[in-house]
Structures are given as structure tokens and as C-alpha cells.
């Protein structure tokens, strides 16, 4: 996630502020359903919720996934 955050602020860099895109992301640890077309389930509405809460650009995370990570 912070490596995709990276390369699209750098590409994005040289942009006037109201055109830059700045992505929101959400990750949640859990289980997720994919088929052909798409991913569904308790982990993408989670994620979904999280990515809500996240200001333009940056990334949230709930509890878990962090304790997960460290």
C-alpha cells in the first residue's frame, strides 16, 4: 500500500493540487471471495469502511492488521 501511495504521489508530482490524485486505502486482514469479475465478503466491506476514514493520500488500518504487521 505505502509502495503504490509512493509511486502515485511521485507520478502525480508535477500536477496542480486540484488535478493530483491522491488515493485512499483501507486494508483489514481477513478472508475475501474472488471470482472472474470480482472480490466480495466480510474483508472488502471492512476494507471499504477503513478506506472511508482515510484522508485523501493516506492509508488506514484497523488494530489487528497493524498488531499483524509489527
Do not use: F
Not at 509512493?6 to 493540487?17: F, Y
Not at 486505502?25 to 471499504?48: F, K, Q, W
Not at 484497523?62 to 499483524?68: M, N, P, V
Amino acid at each position: 500500500a505505502q509502495a503504490v501511495q509512493s509511486a502515485v504521489s511521485a507520478g502525480e508530482s508535477g500536477q496542480a493540487n486540484e488535478r493530483r490524485i491522491a488515493l485512499r486505502m483501507g486494508l483489514h486482514l481477513g478472508y475475501v471471495i474472488c471470482d472472474e469479475v470480482r472480490s466480495y465478503g466480510h474483508g472488502v466491506n471492512m476494507a471499504a469502511r477503513l478506506e472511508q476514514k482515510a484522508p485523501p493520500g493516506a492509508i488506514c488500518l484497523d488494530d489487528a492488521t497493524r498488531q499483524e504487521l509489527e
